[in-house]
């Protein structure tokens, strides 16, 4: 867990005043709405369709249990005893108060977190593997790297008027959990033929209205040498960026007019006036950093008790879907599931933040884990500890064995609060969890993500679900747009639409159709994507569209 020093602390604690005072002077009319805007976004401050929005930063997805201890104090005391944990490893509060933000802002301060580049055009929080660090087939910890670039990256002044926002993962395991290629910017560890750890650079990728994954734009990069590529990257699309058009103006945009070869020729133009600068990481800047991160005190010699429980159901279920493997012998990290039948996916009240807390204090070391599928993790759960665990996590409804299976949907909160959704994406969601209740079935078919989008932004990074939902407008309905075969990690690809769109009635039967698709088509414990990829979008259409049965 990373650790502020002074100096953290007392640029947080500066943010918060200068805010207090930028807000004052907005409420006493001393700025203008348009004045205020760019400031309270670069505090994470968002105005929706029923009330401000607050974005609180998770950086790289870790917190303590003392911070998510006060996210849930706050939830009670300035929301309404709940939150919701994005795609981005971020934490939304969706009801507070305008006069109360920089009381908000200031508790976080004292617990060492904030809400500073949450939203605006800038570089946003830079997001990572959720077992990052403990993972066996990781190559390198991503989260040091992940800390340089925050410290980097928070108030450059460079950076702080983009074109458009600007996102970063970094990941340092040989399977990409972080989503790099669907960001304006990746970063992807790898080890190249002489051992040497090395980055491949993705550069131009990005959801929303124009989905494109990120082209490699340098397939070896030594490592040292990380901040000053990204910020000629950075600088590179701050001059040519389009400002004219914000729907043209994501990186990806500028990549896909100038082609990945202009734009790298480009890069490495700027690059040569930075390389070798101040800015080259060192091996003793990358230990100064990592020596903030507390390292869990792991034991030994863990007897591990599961076999004794192999013939009960219920929790062999759990133990297969919701717990994962460790590099520590006796260890395993543990997802606990924010989607049950009828919660909207991503959301914990504050209850449920304070017992997470507790278990995280009692199995897992005081660290928690985000994930960009908006569940939670313990990270280092010893195995004899697991049963107990997953007793409580069971009493708190976190118990659902359902990671990676159909109903661990990735939402965006949707029209019942964003102000820039077309359609609602909880109730179709809750919808579709209901339909397929039977864990079981779930089970047989295997891992289906299934992502939804309220308006085309892909907060819920629908394009890269295996199935994906979006909202659209239709003559002021709202309606539901499907597609197939999207895909994240090492083997990103981009879904399809099959057709026309669906009333939010309908939604759960054209669920239905699909898996029934799937299941009478696929090969011996074939996967959906597979089976998709296989026989393409015209077994699916034909049996939603036309009602024929293949």
Not at 90 to 104: A, C, F, G, M, S
Not at 195 to 220: A, D, H, M
Request: proline share 4%; glycine share 6%; hydrophobic share 35%.
């Amino acid at each position: 867990m990373y650790k502020y020093d002074e100096i953290d602390q007392a640029i947080v604690d500066e943010r918060v005043a200068q805010y207090e005072n930028q807000l004052s002077r907005y409420l006493n009319q001393e700025l203008t709405d348009e004045e205020f805007r760019p400031l309270r976004l670069q505090n994470g401050l968002y105005i929706q369709r029923h009330a401000p929005m607050l974005r609180i930063a998770i950086p790289y997805g870790l917190l303590s249990s003392k911070q998510l201890k006060k996210l849930a104090e706050i939830a009670d005391k300035y929301d309404r005893g709940y939150g919701h944990f994005s795609t981005r490893q971020n934490l939304q509060l969706n009801w507070p108060k305008l006069e109360d933000t920089p009381d908000i802002l200031r508790e976080l301060a004292s617990v060492q977190m904030h809400a500073i580049q949450t939203s605006g055009n800038c570089v946003r929080n830079i997001t990572t593997d959720q077992f990052s660090g403990i993972t066996p087939d990781e190559i390198i910890d991503p989260r040091h790297i992940a800390e340089i670039m925050r410290q980097w990256s928070t108030f450059h002044p460079e950076f702080a008027l983009l074109p458009r926002k600007f996102k970063i993962a970094v990941t340092g395991s040989s399977k990409d959990r972080a989503l790099v290629q669907a960001h304006d910017i990746g970063l992807e560890f790898y080890l190249d033929e002489q051992k040497q750890i090395v980055v491949k650079v993705w550069v131009g990728g990005g959801l929303g209205r124009t989905p494109i994954l990120g082209s490699v734009i340098n397939e070896r990069l030594e490592w040292q040498h990380i901040l000053t590529y990204c910020e000629a990257i950075l600088r590179v699309y701050n001059l040519y960026g389009r400002r004219d058009n914000s729907f043209k103006a994501r990186i990806k945009i500028l990549v896909k007019a100038l082609g990945i070869e202009k734009f790298k020729t480009l890069v490495e133009e700027e690059w040569q006036y930075i390389k070798d600068g101040p800015n080259t990481i060192t091996e003793s800047e990358l230990q100064r950093v990592k020596a903030f991160f507390s390292e869990p005190a792991y034991e030994s010699n863990i007897i591990s008790n599961l076999e004794a429980y192999q013939n009960d159901k219920a929790f062999s279920q759990w133990l297969t879907r919701c717990t994962h493997k460790h590099k520590k012998q006796g260890y395993r990290a543990v997802t606990l599931s924010l989607k049950p039948t009828h919660t909207a996916p991503g959301d914990a009240t504050s209850e449920q933040m304070r017992a997470v807390a507790s278990m995280a204090d009692e199995y897992s070391f005081g660290e928690i884990r985000v994930s960009h599928e908006q569940n939670l993790i313990l990270a280092d759960v010893r195995e004899d500890n697991l049963r107990e665990l997953w007793k409580k996590a069971k009493d708190l409804n976190l118990a659902t064995p359902n990671v990676g299976l159909l109903t661990d949907i990735i939402c965006c909160p949707g029209g019942d609060f964003c102000s820039l959704a077309n359609a609602k994406s909880i109730p179709i969601a809750e919808s579709i969890q209901a339909v397929f209740d039977d864990m079981d079935y779930l089970h047989d078919i295997g891992d289906i993500n299934l992502n939804i989008s309220g308006c085309m932004n892909a907060c819920g990074h629908h394009h890269v679900g295996h199935i994906g939902i979006l909202g659209v407008d239709k003559n002021d309905s709202e309606w539901y747009q499907v597609t197939l075969g999207g895909n994240q990690g090492n083997f990103a690809s981009i879904g399809k639409v099959i057709g026309p769109s669906f009333s939010a009635a309908q939604m759960p039967e054209v669920i239905r159709k699909i898996i029934s698709v799937f299941t009478t088509v696929r090969h011996d414990d074939e996967l959906f994507i597979d089976c998709v990829h296989r026989v393409g979008l015209e077994p699916f259409k034909d049996l939603i569209y036309l009602g024929e049965e293949h």
